[in-house]
């Protein structure tokens, strides 16, 4: 059977792994000040879109996910001929329409594709599941992950469903924003009060910075800490901890920054990351944040997801 996996670009994973997995990206458009940008998980497109970002750090961006029309139509065009059984996996459905659209569309896919499949002389059924994530950026990455991790393995649908709803339950993806004048402002758009002017003015007074956590379809803030780096080195280490006590659900943790990934790598909490996770096995991938991501919370902002059923706290 060939298993395919379909995601949104809110999906933080490097392209050289989607291209590997034959992940396909469903592209959010983005509309801003300089014009509308689509997101395909292009670094360098990506990176440019950063600059774009940090020049009107005032500026409101607006996110257009795929529209049903447009899954069914990519679905159709190509991947019920180049897969029999797809995984699509979006990001969490209280913060985009992604999750609706597909399942609308799904409905749709299943009952037109035959004629194609026939056309094409390929006579098994097709099938496909869509799964809300939970979860965003480096979380939604992490479910993606390991799809394709035991895709490769030849895993049957049944276990890798299993290990979908357990993830979708246990990853844990954390965010640290460089500046909070992004992360405020587009909360306000929303209606988020998480960032208020208080928090705002104080925090970029006292360079005070809430750790936000992406759990179970919720984000919220669940710590603060006084300087970006010191909050870098808190998510490492929460990661790396959890590596050590062997609490691991996937052998993966992901991390995934808005800007240059070479900053990351100099950075000793991610050296030591590395040096934790190798030694047992544990894949590390490191990736551009999404635009979507990067927009929310600011570029040069980071994010590291792992799951694991203990939950991590913060001080």
Known sequence: MRIGIATDSACDLPRQFL???????????????????????????TLAFYRSVAQNPDAEFSTRPFSPDEIRDLFLSRLVLEFDYVFCITVMKTRSLIFENASHASLRILSDYRPIREAADIKAPFSLRVFDSATVATGQGLVVGEVARLVALDTSTLDIIRQIERLTQHTQAFLMPADL????????????????????????????????????????????????????????????????????????????????????????????????????????????????????????GLSVAFASERETTFD
């Open 19 to 45: 291209d590997k997995h034959k992940i396909v990206i469903l592209p959010v458009s983005i509309k801003g000040p300089q014009g509308e940008f689509v997101d395909n998980r292009e670094p360098a497109e």
């Open 181 to 300: 004048g992004q992360l405020r402002s587009q909360a306000r758009r929303r209606g988020d009060k998480s960032v208020g002017f208080l928090t705002y003015a104080l925090g970029s007074a006292l360079d005070i910075k809430p750790i936000l956590r992406a759990y179970r379809g919720d984000t919220h803030p669940i710590g603060k800490v006084r300087g970006y780096e010191v909050g870098c080195n808190k998510l490492f280490d929460a990661a790396r901890s959890q590596i050590r006590d062997g609490q691991l659900l996937a052998p993966l943790v992901n991390v995934s920054y808005g800007g240059d990934t070479a900053e990351v790598e100099k950075m000793a909490g991610y050296q030591a990351l590395l040096a934790d996770a190798r030694p047992r096995g544990i894949a590390v991938h490191l990736s551009e944040m999404s635009s979507t991501a990067c927009v929310n919370i600011g570029v040069g």
